[in-house]
């Protein structure tokens, strides 16, 4: 134990060592939180504490799998077994099968997931014979789950005048009665949903003294990292089990709260002082995991939020690079831009795709990145949500697609065929099976003769199935003519799902709407490639076959080395030697949801603080000038969050104006993989501020410099050539294009361009204003 003891500073030390009592440890990312109650496992275990007696909560499973792994190196793996690590989910699942006899639950009680309870709701709801406009289902499930988070059962609900009022005021006067079926049917079912594994815990220990007293003494000590996010159910929990000891340990950082909106609450680590007696407070100011550059620009950024605690953060660490900012134009570029960094840096440094992490603020931007790796051949993988192509929404609009391209393909049609609902039931489907296989005919083609064809089906369903046919066909003539953007965008559209999406307005129901966008705006981008190249033929097929190879592709690469790509919200307590935090726009981050009042931005920027200090070498911070947004490119502003930091850790790479104002460098200024295959992009605008938009301070802070685009290793000269250096006949270097010789001089002044035959075969046109060369 000493040797391991001795991998602790003097700060940390004070709370391993410190075994009994309440006890808090508010700290800095970084600064060895989770290390500490990770050693302080270990010492408890040292000091004859029994593992059985432990408990210990963390934000993710894989958090305790590897506190466990690491503690079962210390005190041996036999011991480390039987400590219960988890998350309070995992955790409370376990103790409720055991206990689940006392709630008049069976022990093999189901877990519902979201989609379980949509179900059950809905058909709640049709029974009810209630409006499913206004009762929308997905609506009734998140408001039922936050009166379970704040324990408003059914019984305190209807004794609650004020919660029946709010629900009469918003025209859904029968809430509580839909709360009351919903809960009798999963109790007569034997299920408990995700909200009810925390609920009926409390109810658990509220309602059975001696199963409190039981776990009061099974659980001498307990932690908690990630404190400060914790929400009310899962506050009262640990202040339950925790009351007779009084061993309690947690661990937080009030500057990286950011789950308020699941109803984490803050207060929760800022009273804890008051919740027990005698509490020992701890912090810790070194930080071990950054280098000096990405903690002084973290720390410059925490501090514009009002409501926060004092804290020092510091580290030993080199200074390091500064934190690189880079602007595109487009997403698409972002999305070239991070791989091809990426690529480079690997190259440069011999590092596993392990090294690297994407980090972003909304699950529809991984689009445009996994595009660009996958086009560079780097592996990577979604945490924490499907790969974009495999989400059900996704594979919803491409099963449409692969239907009017091969109406054969039966697991599409099975798919679509009624969805959106066309009243088109499961007995229908069987038998349409049985008459394809007794004909020997797809399933279509049994459709398009169903007239003919000798199956029981009854003139109804044979005319909505007739409609769906109609359908499929109507879009296949399209196909003939109309490209695959409006071709995909008229079928989202006809079909039936934005209308069906639309419904759906919780914060679920609108990410789906944002990968369906994102979708749209991957086949724009697809077509909008394809205008130039003279044998691009038949769009969608080729845009389905991209997709189709891309997934195989994807499902090949298994858990080998990976870049990993992921929210933020999911990134809480992990590092990464390089990440790049992309999208740093207005109303993207800081998201447009969250900036209305100064406690939603500040959350919002706790969010940006967690993402930028997972980094531990190097810290990229890319945004796009414009995105596509159905189909349309939209301008924006960089990030706020870019501007705030001070400048002296920051390292501007692109030029904007160069960007802006040079439509003939876009295609391949990041490095395009194929830089002589010819690419349609519409010229585009100079784009000036908007009206009262935050003038940043970015733009102004570095004027293009022939250093921002070099790499360290190359300094030398003089690159900005348009005063007229530069001749026939000279060899020149140009940072992404490589090394070419000048073929022909054209123009004067500032319009002045050179031809370029550049050694990798492309010949370029470059204007002198804008173009990074060097004579050589
Ligand atoms: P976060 O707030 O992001 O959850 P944290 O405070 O939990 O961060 P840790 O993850 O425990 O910080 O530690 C950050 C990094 O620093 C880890 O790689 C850890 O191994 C390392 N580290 C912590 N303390 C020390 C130490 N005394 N000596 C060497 N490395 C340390
Ligand atoms: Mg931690």
Known sequence: MEKYLSQLNEAQLAPTLQKDGPMIVIAGAGSGKTRVLTYRIAYLMSQGVDAFNILSLTFTNKAAREMKARIATIVGESEAKNLWMGTFHSVFAKILRFEADKLGYPSNFTIYDTQDSDRLIASIIKEMNLDKEIYKTKQIRSRISSYKNSLITVKAYFQNPELMEADKMARRPRLGEIYKNYVDRCFKA?????????????????????????????????LVD?????????????????????????????AQSIYAFRGANINNILNFQKDYEDVKLFRLEQNYRSTKNIVNAANSIIDKNQTKLDKIVWTA?????????????????????????????KMQNQLPNSDFAVLYRTNAQSRSIEDALRKR?????????????????????????????????EEALKRVINYPTRGI??????????AANGYGKTIFEVLQNIDKVDVNINSGARNKLRDFTTLIESFQVMNQTANAFDLAEHVTKASGLIRELNKDSTPEGVARMENIEELLNGIKDFVEGQKEIADATASLAEFLEDVALATDLDADKGDADHVALMTIHLAKGLEFPYVYIVGLEEDLFPSAMSMGTRSELEEERRLFYVALTRAEKQAYLTYALSRYRWGKLIDSDPSRFIEEIDEQYLDIITPIEERR???????????????????????????????GAPVSKVVKKEL????????????????????GKLAVGNMVEHLRFGKGEV????????????????????VKKLLLRFAKLEVI
């Open 190 to 222: 034997g299920v408990m949903d995700f909200d009810d594994l925390l609920l009926k815990t409390n109810e658990l220990l509220t309602r059975f003294p001696e199963v409190l007293a039981k776990y009061q003494d099974k659980f001498r000590y307990i």
């Open 226 to 254: 990630e404190y400060q996010d914790t929400n009310h159910s899962q506050y009262l929990i640990v202040r339950a089990l925790s009351d007779r000891f009084q061993n309690i340990c947690v661990v937080g950082d009030d």
């Open 317 to 345: 660490n080199d200074e390091g690079a500064k934190i690189k900012v880079n602007r595109s134009l487009t997403d698409g570029d972002e999305g070239r831009f991070v791989a091809s960094s990426i690529f480079e840096n």
């Open 377 to 409: 051949d780097i592996p990577y993988r979604i945490y924490g949500g499907l790969s974009f192509y495999q989400r059900k929404e996704i594979k919803d609009v491409l099963s449409y697609l692969r239907l009017i391209i091969n109406p054969a393909d």
């Open 425 to 434: 039931g499961q007995t229908t489907m069987d038998r349409l099976v049985v």
């Open 661 to 691: 104002f040079n439509p003939m460098l876009d295609a391949d200024i990041f490095g395009d993989p194929e830089p002589n295959k010819v690419r349609f992009k519409k010229p585009v605008q100079p784009t000036f501020k908007k009206k």
């Open 704 to 723: 293009p410099t022939s250093k921002n685009l070099k790499p360290v290793s190359q300094t030398k000269g003089n690159t900005n050539l348009f005063d």
């Open 743 to 762: 073929l022909k001089i054209e123009g004067a002044g500032g319009d002045t361009k050179a031809e370029i035959k550049f050694n990798n075969g492309g």
